[in-house]
């Protein structure tokens, strides 16, 4: 893929980039006797070089990393032997790579689009430190199933999010590069706070994995609707079932063109379930007091649940 005359400059420069990089290593070596902040000698592993030695044909990406939560880490304060790896520590042993001028890419993992690196083992180098908490629940969960790398939400050369190192600015572009039909629902008329920067995909979400259906975060999809409106878990004396089997039977919670996020307009969401041969939605003859009032709720309007002691009509 790379053009002929690209390969024969980086042959010419192959020299020149060697003879940099053993000038560069050696003064580090003579960089570690000095007694200074720097960070404790390390003994690297055969086929590694150090991430002085890929600063030498790779400035702007180092600059760029050092910025980072992780390059801060790893090139300056490493904690274990895995950071002290520096650039290697995800990119793997590089000699081969360094020897080649940059040609080869042998035992190199890029994380380049051509890259041919397995997903599955691109993820096990983030893998490698981040399996606890968040993570998990990761294998097996939809986006592992679905092939999905940890590179397709995350950007780790560089920050381009304001936290968590995201592929985009924000979380909702990020989610939006693949769900799009869920990001152009947040721009109907009833929405949750999300577009006004307030609530994001991760309140409800966890990307990385859950123990629940959709990857919501509380146990069921009414749970996670509870941590914010409390006052719809009741308990109440006179229960509307479907409430309290899903929140979704009614709410779309992406965002609706109906009021109050409704997946259907009133009075059809009731008469979904509330058979048209009762009372309410029998053929509302002119003069009838249920006509007048189309909107079920405006009598019925404890919908959620009520407490009064005769409410069991929803109605007070
Ligand atoms: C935490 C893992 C990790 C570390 C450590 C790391 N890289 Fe990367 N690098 C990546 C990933 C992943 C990509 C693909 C693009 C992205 O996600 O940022 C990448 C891309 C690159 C690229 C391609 C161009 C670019 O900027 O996207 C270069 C060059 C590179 N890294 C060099 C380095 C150098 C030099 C260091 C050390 C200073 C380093 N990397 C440290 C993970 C890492
Ligand atoms: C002698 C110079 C040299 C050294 C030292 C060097 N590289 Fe490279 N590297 C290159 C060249 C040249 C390329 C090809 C650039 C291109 O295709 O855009 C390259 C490509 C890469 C890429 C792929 C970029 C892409 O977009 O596909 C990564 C990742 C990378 N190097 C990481 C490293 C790491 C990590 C180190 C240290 C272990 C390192 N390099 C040391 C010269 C070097
Ligand atoms: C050598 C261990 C190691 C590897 C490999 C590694 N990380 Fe990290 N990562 C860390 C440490 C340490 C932190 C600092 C925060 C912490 O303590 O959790 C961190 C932080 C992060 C953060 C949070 C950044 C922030 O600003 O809050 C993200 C996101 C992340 N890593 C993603 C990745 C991805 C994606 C990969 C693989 C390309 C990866 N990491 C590889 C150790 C590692
Ligand atoms: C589908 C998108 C997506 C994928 C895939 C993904 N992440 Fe994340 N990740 C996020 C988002 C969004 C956040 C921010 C969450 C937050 O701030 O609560 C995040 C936060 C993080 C953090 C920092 C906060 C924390 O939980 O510690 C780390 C570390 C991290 N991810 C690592 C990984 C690793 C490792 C992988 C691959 C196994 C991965 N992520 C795959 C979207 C994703
Ligand atoms: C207020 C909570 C909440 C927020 C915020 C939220 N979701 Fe959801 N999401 C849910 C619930 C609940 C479901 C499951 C609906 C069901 O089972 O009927 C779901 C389902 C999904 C599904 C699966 C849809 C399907 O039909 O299987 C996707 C994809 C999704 N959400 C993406 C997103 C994205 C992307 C964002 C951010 C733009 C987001 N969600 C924000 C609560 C939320
Ligand atoms: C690179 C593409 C991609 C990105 C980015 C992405 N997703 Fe997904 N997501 C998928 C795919 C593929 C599926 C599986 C869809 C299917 O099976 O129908 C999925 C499924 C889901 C589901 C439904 C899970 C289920 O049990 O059915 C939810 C919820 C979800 N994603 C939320 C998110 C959130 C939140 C983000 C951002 C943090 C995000 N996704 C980013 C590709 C992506
Ligand atoms: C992270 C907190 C949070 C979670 C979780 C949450 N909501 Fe909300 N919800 C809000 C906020 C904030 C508002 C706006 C309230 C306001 O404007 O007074 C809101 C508003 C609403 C509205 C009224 C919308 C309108 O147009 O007035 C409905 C309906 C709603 N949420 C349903 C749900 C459902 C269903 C769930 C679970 C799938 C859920 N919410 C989960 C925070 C949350
Ligand atoms: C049987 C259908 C139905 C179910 C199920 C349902 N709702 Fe509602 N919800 C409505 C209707 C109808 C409205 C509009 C009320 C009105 O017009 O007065 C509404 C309004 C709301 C509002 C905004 C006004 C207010 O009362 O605060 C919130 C928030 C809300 N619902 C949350 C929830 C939550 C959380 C759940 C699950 C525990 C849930 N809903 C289940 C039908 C339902
Ligand atoms: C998903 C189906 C479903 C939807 C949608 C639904 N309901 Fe119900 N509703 C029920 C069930 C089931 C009962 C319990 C019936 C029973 O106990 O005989 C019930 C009970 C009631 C009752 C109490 C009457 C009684 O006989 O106990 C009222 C009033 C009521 N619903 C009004 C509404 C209104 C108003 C709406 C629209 C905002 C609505 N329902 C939407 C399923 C639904
Ligand atoms: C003007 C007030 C009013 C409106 C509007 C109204 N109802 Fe009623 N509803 C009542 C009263 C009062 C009762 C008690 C029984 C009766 O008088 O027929 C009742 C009873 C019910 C019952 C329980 C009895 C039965 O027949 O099962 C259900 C379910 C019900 N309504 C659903 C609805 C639905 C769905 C709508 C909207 C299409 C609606 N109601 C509109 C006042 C109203």
Redesign the pocket.
């Known amino acids: 893929m790379r053009n002929a005359g690209r390969r024969i400059l980086l042959a010419a420069l192959i020299p020149t980039f060697l003879g940099v990089a053993i000038l560069v290593g050696s003064s580090a070596l003579q960089g570690q006797v000095k007694p200074a902040a720097e960070p404790a000698p390390t003994v690297l592993p055969r086929g590694f070089v150090g991430a002085e030695t890929c600063k030498t044909c790779h400035t702007e990406p180092f600059e760029q990393f050092s910025a980072t939560t992780m390059g801060k880490l790893f090139l300056k304060h490493p904690r274990n032997a895995k950071e002290a790896l520096g650039c290697e520590s995800c990119h793997g042993p590089g000699q081969a790579h360094v020897e080649s001028g940059g040609t080869a890419f042998d035992g190199l993992i890029t994380f380049a689009k051509q890259d041919p690196t397995p997903v599955e083992q691109r993820n096990g180098v983030c893998l490698q430190c981040h399996e606890r908490a968040a993570r998990l629940h990761w294998q097996g969960s939809p986006h592992e199933l679905r092939d999905l790398a940890c590179t397709n939400c995350h950007r780790v050369m560089t920050n381009i999010s304001e936290r968590s190192q995201l592929a985009k600015p924000t979380e909702i572009e990020t989610c939006g590069q693949c769900h799009l039909e869920r990001r152009a629902q947040l721009m109907r008329s009833s929405h949750m706070p999300l577009r006004e920067g307030k609530m994001t995909c991760t309140s409800c979400h966890d990307p990385h994995g859950t123990v629940t259906d959709k990857l919501l975060k509380g146990n069921s999809v009414?749970d996670n609707?509870?941590t914010c409106?409390a006052e719809?878990r009741g308990p109440f004396l006179w229960e509307?079932p479907?409430?309290m089997e899903?929140?979704s039977?009614?709410?779309d919670p992406h965002g609706s063109n109906h009021?109050?996020l409704?997946k259907v307009f009133?009075p059809r969401?009731c008469q979904q379930c509330h058979v048209e041969t009762r009372h309410p939605t029998t053929p509302q003859t002119p003069g009838s007091r249920f006509v007048f009032n189309r909107?079920c709720?405006n009598c019925h309007?404890r919908?959620?649940g009520s407490n009064h002691p005769s409410g069991q009509l929803l109605n007070r």
Do not use: A, G, I, R
């Open positions: 009414n609707c509870y409106h719809k509307h479907p409430v899903s929140c039977n009614c709410h009021e109050k409704l009133k969401l909107s709720t309007n919908v959620h």
